[in-house]
């Protein structure tokens, strides 16, 4: 079964992901999309309201073949944001 190698990427610093065994392309893409909010949750955003995490997948030659990006933005509204 071929590796793939999941690298998280949080606007701090890139962590290298271990190789996971996935059936093919589809199933480590599926990783990627239930990775990112499972990695988003434990981030607290580092500028404040706004948050960028990206899952960047690589196969096993480590090229990029997939990469899932996940926003987060906060506003504050009303009262609030006086």
Avoid: K, N
């Avoid at 996935?22 to 948050?51: H, K, N």
């Avoid at 090229?63 to 990006?69: E, G, R």
Wanted: proline share 6%.
């Amino acid at each position: 079964m071929p590796r793939r190698f999941f690298d998280i990427h949080d606007g701090r610093s890139p962590r290298e992901g271990s190789g996971t065994a996935c059936t093919d392309l589809e199933a480590a893409c599926r990783e990627a999309m239930i990775a990112r909010p499972d990695v988003a949750r434990r981030e607290i955003p580092s500028d404040g309201d706004r948050q960028t995490d990206t899952v960047i997948v690589r196969d096993e030659a480590r090229v990029p073949v997939y990469t899932a990006t996940l926003t987060f933005t906060g506003l504050r509204s009303g009262e609030a944001a006086r």
